[in-house]
Structure formats: C-alpha cells, structure tokens
C-alpha cells in the first residue's frame, strides 16, 4: 500500500505555524524557500556539554523533523569544539572549559539518543573539528575582525555582565563567532534553535554575508519550562525528563509536573491535535476536565512517543500502582548493607544523594522513609539485618539487604 501524498502547502503552514515556533527571521525569505520546491539545507547543532539529551531538546528535533518529511536535508552539527568553550548564553559568570575527551564521551550518548527521533539515513552528521582543527591563527585573525566589540556587548547577558563588572573572557566572545562559522562551513540555508540562541544565530547571518554567501532564514522555538514548572530544563537543575530514561521513572517525573505547565508540555512535546489540547486547556480552565486526567494523557503520549506502547501502558500501570494504590514498584534495585551506618552517610554511599548537605536536607524534609517510616534525623542509624524498603523521595525506592 503506497504512503498518502503530503499536502505541501498544509504541511509549510504547519512547520512555520504551530506552537513549536516563537519567531521566523525572515518569514518572507523563508516562506519562499520552502516553497520552491528546492532540498534545503538545515542547520541545528549540539554542544555536547552534557552526555543527555532531554524532553527540551525534543521540542527542536521534533521541528527537524518536520522539515527532514518536507525532503530537505538536516545538517546536524555535533559542537565538539566549541562544546570545550562552553556556550556563555544566559549565564552570569564565565563557563568551565571542558577536555576534548570529555567532549567526545557526551558526544557519543548525544548520537544514540538523536536519531530515536531523526532518520538517520536522511541527515548529514558533521563534526565541527572537521573545519576548526585545521584554523591556523591567521584564519581566527580573519574570522574575528568582521564583528566588533560593541556588537557583542548588544547582547542581553554580556551586557550585564559588563555593566556589573564581571568579567568576560575573550573566549566567550569567539563562542557566537564560531557557531556562525558553522553556517558557513556547511553552507546553511536555514539553522533552528531556541529563543535563548537568537543573537548566535543572528550572528551567522551576518558572518555568512561576510563571506560572500546568501544569510540564512532562522526559525526560533520557545524553551520547555522544567518539571519544576519554574525554570528552564535544565540537567544541572536536575528539572529534566531523559529521552532515554527508564519510563516508569519518565512517566512519574512528568506526573509531577506543576499543573501550570500542563498546557506547554502538550503543545511543545506531544503530538496530539491542537484542537485535543484545546479542548484540555479549556476544560481545565472551566473546571470540567480535572488537571490529573490532563496530565495522565500528557505523560502517556510523551512516554509512548519515547518507548513505545508497550513500555507507556506498563508505565502507567506502575505509577498507578505505587502512587494511586500505595504499593512497592514491582522492580527495584537492591543493595547488600554489610554494616551499620547513619542516615545520611548511607544516602550519599547508596547515591541517592550527591552530598551529606542534600542528604540532610531531604530528610528534614521528610522525604526518606523506611518501609513505610520516616527517617527523622541524618543521625539515625540503619542496621539492616533483614531486607527492608528505603524510599527516597516520591519516585526512588531501593531494596537494602543484610550482608551473606
């Protein structure tokens, strides 16, 4: 059975229209491109500054997608030089540098996890050492003369940063320059990014018209708020849903949601008809859906959407099991406890959590339980000597048994 035509004309109006867009820079230039039928190149890169790829960065995949259905080639540039820079944008204080070693690991995890979503056999994969390893200093010379100082300072965080008399180093201001080079390097037609990268991007338009090509269209897509509903998603907020986590631990982190992000998450991550989601939000907002069903239907899809049918429907079974029954998950990591120890430094041994200071403060908090109990102080002391359930929060539960 042969697949139905798409119908282009629908398909460009969704792509520039639907809620995974803020802003096109041009929208006439890159109206026209897309209708004229021609394979365009479409740029969006990655710093791999962390090995994960998240349910934020999902927002713009997805939209590579859609342009990878419409036949154009997505040119996906792995950042693994200026990954070791690192990306000042948003941030108040300079950023660690990281090893090309370093680079290289996060690297790797960033590729099985993208290609989940894009065809792999209808992108063009390029690393950025490709064309940087060769710059010789005289190239660099060249590369920053076409952009000035004042033009730098426009940009809304080292602006700030100067005004309050924080330093910048040289090496932040080359970040932007050597994003827009990539433009160049593949010749990009297009490049995609979130509202935070608008400069960046920008910035490629005019390095490209420096070096005599036509200045790429940008599309810019809003940033998925955290599952803590307030900031940005962001691994070292540890506000974050993996693409490649476990779903049961997905399903769960996404039921956590604050209600008021309900609505953002449906429209930036699922793919469920607008007039769905619409129907959602206004029946949240008039009290005849309750939020929880919403947001049952929002984790489901996003789930299904990561791991599949089976692995949605077993995850929602779980999570309604331990949370809406008050049952153990049926799977759980154990541990063998050879000695006794106290609360906290037991926490921190067991990795559940990064310091005695986090330790502590989850269980003045009372988020540590054991088999059911609250464990009242970081001084109590745990001696296991037959198999009991040590719960850390909502979501993480471990077995701890006695030693042989």
């Not at 419409?70 to 540098?97: E, N, Y």
């Amino acid at each position: 059975m042969s697949e139905k035509p798409i119908d282009r004309d629908a398909a460009i109006q969704e792509l520039l229209t639907d809620d995974r867009v803020v802003q096109a820079h041009v929208r006439e230039n890159l109206e026209r491109k897309l209708r004229s039928e021609k394979p365009l190149r479409v740029k969006m890169g990655f710093d791999p500054s962390r090995p994960d790829i998240h349910i934020g960065h999902y927002v713009g995949i997805k939209k590579m997608r859609q342009f990878q259905d419409l036949g154009h080639t997505l040119v996906v540039i792995i950042g693994d030089w200026t990954a070791q820079i690192g990306d000042p944008t948003g941030r108040s204080a300079q950023r660690k540098m990281l090893t090309a070693d370093e680079v290289k690991a996060n690297a790797q995890t960033y590729l099985d996890q993208f290609f989940k979503v894009i065809d792999v056999n209808r992108a063009e994969l390029v690393w950025q050492s490709s064309w940087f390893e060769d710059f010789k200093l005289s190239t660099v010379i060249e590369l920053t003369s076409k952009y000035t100082v004042a033009r730098m300072l426009e940009r809304d965080d080292f602006a700030q940063r100067h005004g309050a008399g924080s330093p910048i180093a040289i090496t932040e201001f080359l970040y932007p320059l050597l994003q827009a080079y990539d433009s160049v390097a593949v010749r990009a037609d297009i490049e995609l990014g979130g509202t935070d990268q608008t400069f960046n991007l920008l910035v490629g338009r005019d390095i490209q018209r420096e070096y005599g090509q036509l200045p790429q269209d940008i599309l810019t897509m809003p940033l998925l708020v955290g599952t803590d509903g307030v900031q940005k998603m962001s691994k070292s907020l540890d506000n974050y849903v993996g693409i490649t986590e476990d779903p049961v631990q997905s399903f769960g982190k996404l039921m956590s949601v604050p209600d008021t992000a309900i609505e953002q998450y449906l429209r930036l991550v699922t793919d469920l008809p607008r007039d769905e989601i619409a129907a959602m939000v206004s029946g949240m907002a008039d009290g005849t859906v309750n939020p929880r069903d919403a947001k049952d239907r929002m984790a489901t899809e996003i789930v299904r959407d990561l791991h599949g049918d089976d692995a949605a429907r077993n995850a929602r079974a779980e999570f309604d099991r331990v949370f809406r029954s008050r049952e153990l998950p049926s799977d759980m990591p154990e541990m063998r406890i050879d000695a006794p120890s106290s609360a906290l430094a037991l926490l921190v041994k067991l990795g559940l959590a990064s310091s005695n200071n986090e330790a502590r403060r989850l269980i003045e908090q009372g988020g540590v339980k054991l088999d059911g109990a609250r464990v009242e102080t970081g001084d109590q002391v745990i001696a296991v000597d037959a198999p009991v359930v040590l719960q850390v929060g909502r979501r993480r539960f471990m077995r701890l048994l006695p030693s042989d």
